[in-house]
């Protein structure tokens, strides 16, 4: 955390300073008001009232002060803990953006979501305000133990024997609190990732009718996020009462003695006042900071969450001296290439070579490795052995952000972002005209559905698209590929969730922008391969044949019968309405 406080250096020491007068000023009002008492009461029958003017003038110009310097406190401190935090959020979140899918795929959205927002918000608590109450409530503590004993040294004795049990009542339960506290954070963000996930699949969850179904999981996740913070609060509850008990104790004690220490006449009346009213912020501070301990546990636990995040290191490392993309005809080449993720080997001994410009088709059936073939290409994924090559250079020699805007991407399932139109085309170009954005959506056979719209290219598409229909959703996302204009195109089954007019609309549409591009095709309609110039048919993670479609057909194999069987299917699919309606 110092490392993000460390630009704030000189607005916290000023905070400080602020605290430190503050502090200061309210020290001295014991100090006033037990000669205040004694100025009145030692002095019954005198009409000298200066000494009482002065007092009291004194105390009022020391409130406003100390109101002053409070106020220049609170807010120099506030801003320096939201500009920590505002910082620690923005760090996570571009961290989290270095991360490659094999992280995104072992952890849960909603976890994550939960470190960015509520961990945060913890941490930001206690930057913000706990911060300023403990460098406040130090300097009181301090000072008022000092004056105690300047005070009364032998009423200082019976006070401070209780401080030890005090400062070991707050560890020792603290402790325990911080462990609670991150059970706390754990059960929230599991139960958060349960009500996302939910959420983000209501359609399927309804469709199940399985409302109660996910509405027990998210039920059994917030009982444990209750169970633990109700823990949580009967530590600090516990803490709070030992707090009480130990103060009001030491406060009745100083009370007994000191009352006859004046009845002996070796303190005065206002001596003991002002004694009591520095007890009493002894007792007072112990107690603040009892809460802003209690807090800084809880935000230890939160912060802990944090830094696992940013202590994750990418595991695609960057070269040491980058290439740059030569410009060149996108040729991919593929040398001896395996892939495991975890302990499944996905790809083994893949070698081909693409010359630029040509569409390649990938089939197979599922689980075969089409698509994690494809992710090594913009290295979502490395190669555990072998060398995925562009123009002949290792894609591993590249910066990623070069080597990922050669390339463009249409998957399935399209994700457009909760911004109009025009903005997500732009997604790729962002200094793109509007003009060029027209004509990339022109191209893409969208220009003429945008245009239908009320707002034209500035409508709101909705979260990850839902206004639009899939047909549409789709076309926005190949006018954004066409305006980033990549060397490299992978299709990952880009019309295969579509109706037969959307289908055809997105073929024309994806020819166009396949024009001089090396192309990457993974179709589960096999129809929709058979112009490539090459198929790649991969079973098991391994290329078992290579050809046109005319020349895969023609030989006895696996191609030849996933293409029998898929048109059989679709024969007989075809002659059931028709013998229905016979």
């Known amino acids: 955390m110092l490392t993000y406080a460390h630009p704030y250096r000189w607005l916290f020491l000023l905070g400080?300073?602020?605290?430190?007068?503050?502090?200061?000023?309210?020290?001295?009002?014991?100090?006033?008001?037990?000669?205040?008492?004694?100025?009145?009461?030692?002095?019954?029958?005198?009409?000298?009232?200066?000494?009482?003017?002065?007092?009291v003038l004194s105390l009022l110009g020391i409130f406003a002060l100390s109101a002053l310097f409070s106020a220049a406190q609170s807010y120099l401190?506030?801003?320096?803990?939201?500009?920590?935090?505002a910082d620690l959020r923005r760090a996570l979140f571009a961290h989290l953006l270095t991360l490659s899918p094999r992280f995104f795929g072992d952890h849960k959205t909603g976890d994550l979501t939960s470190r960015l927002t509520s961990d945060v918000s913890t941490v930001q608590t206690v930057t913000s305000t706990a911060l300023a109450q403990l460098v406040s409530q130090s300097f009181t503590l301090i000072g008022s133990v000092v004056l105690l004993v300047m005070t009364s040294p032998r009423l200082s004795l019976l006070t401070l024997v209780i401080i030890p049990f005090v400062i070991g009542t707050a560890f020792t339960i603290g402790g325990r609190i911080r462990k609670v506290s991150r059970s706390v954070q754990d059960a929230v963000a599991a139960a958060n990732a349960d009500a996302e996930e939910a959420i983000s699949g209501i359609r399927v969850v309804q469709?199940?009718?399985?409302?109660?179904?996910?509405?027990?999981?998210?039920?059994?996740?917030?009982?444990?996020?209750?169970?633990?913070?109700?823990?949580?609060?009967?530590?600090?509850?516990l803490m709070a009462g030992s707090m009480s008990f130990l103060t009001f104790a030491a406060l009745s004690?100083?009370?007994?003695?000191?009352?006859?220490?004046?009845?002996?006449?070796?303190?005065?009346?206002?001596?003991?006042?002002?004694?009591?009213?520095?007890?009493?912020?002894?007792?007072?501070?112990?107690?603040g900071l009892t809460g802003v301990f209690n807090q800084v546990q809880e935000a230890l636990g939160a912060s802990s969450?944090?830094?696992?995040?940013?202590?994750?290191?990418?595991?695609?490392p960057a070269p040491l001296s980058?290439?740059?993309?030569?410009?060149?005809?996108?040729?991919?080449?593929?040398?001896?290439?395996?892939?495991?993720?975890?302990?499944?080997?996905?790809?083994?001994?893949i070698d081909f070579d693409v010359?630029?410009?040509?569409?390649v088709a990938l089939v197979g059936p599922s689980g075969a490795g089409k698509t994690s073939l494809v992710n090594l290409i913009p290295r979502f994924w490395d190669v555990s052995a072998g060398q995925v090559m562009l123009d002949g250079v290792d894609v591993r020699d590249y910066a990623l952000s070069d080597l990922r805007r050669q390339v463009g991407l249409v998957p399935q399932e399209t994700l457009l972002f909760s911004g109009t139109v025009a903005e997500n085309i732009l997604y790729g170009r962002p200094d793109a005209s509007l003009q060029e954005v027209e004509a990339a959506a022109r191209a893409a056979n969208a220009h003429t559905f945008i245009q239908e719209f009320a707002e034209g290219y500035d409508t709101v598409v909705g979260e990850r698209g839902v206004k639009l229909s899939g047909g549409q959703r789709q076309r926005v996302a190949i006018a954004r590929a066409i305006l980033k204009n990549p060397r490299i195109l992978i299709l990952d089954e880009a019309t295969s969730a579509l109706d037969n007019e959307s289908e055809a609309l997105v073929q024309v549409a994806l020819e166009r922008l396949m024009v001089g591009r090396t192309t990457f095709v993974i179709a589960h309609r096999l129809s929709t391969v058979r112009n490539a110039d090459r198929i790649l048919v991969l079973d098991r993670g391994q290329v078992v044949q290579d050809g046109t479609h005319a020349a895969l057909y023609a030989m006895p194999g696996l191609y030849r019968e996933l293409y029998d069987l898929q048109f059989r299917a679709q024969e007989e699919t075809q002659k059931a309405p028709?013998?229905?309606?016979?």
């Open 578 to 582: 028709a013998e229905a309606g016979a």
């Open 322 to 349: 980058s290439r740059q993309p030569s410009g060149r005809t996108g040729a991919v080449t593929f040398r001896n290439v395996s892939f495991q993720y975890g302990s499944a080997q996905v790809l083994k001994d």
């Open 305 to 316: 969450r944090i830094f696992e995040l940013l202590d994750e290191r990418p595991d695609l």
């Open 16 to 55: 400080v300073g602020a605290t430190l007068l503050s502090s200061g000023l309210g020290l001295v009002f014991p100090k006033l008001f037990g000669t205040l008492i004694d100025a009145s009461f030692l002095k019954v029958g005198s009409t000298d009232t200066g000494p009482l003017d002065r007092t």
């Open 77 to 85: 401190l506030s801003r320096v803990g939201a500009s920590v935090v």
């Open 355 to 359: 010359p630029g410009g040509q569409v």
């Open 207 to 237: 469709s199940f009718t399985a409302e109660g179904l996910e509405a027990r999981r998210y039920e059994r996740g917030v009982n444990l996020a209750f169970g633990a913070a109700l823990s949580r609060a009967k530590l600090q509850a």
């Open 253 to 287: 004690l100083v009370l007994w003695f000191g009352g006859r220490q004046v009845m002996s006449g070796a303190l005065t009346p206002g001596q003991l006042v002002t004694f009591l009213f520095y007890a009493v912020q002894v007792g007072g501070t112990v107690a």
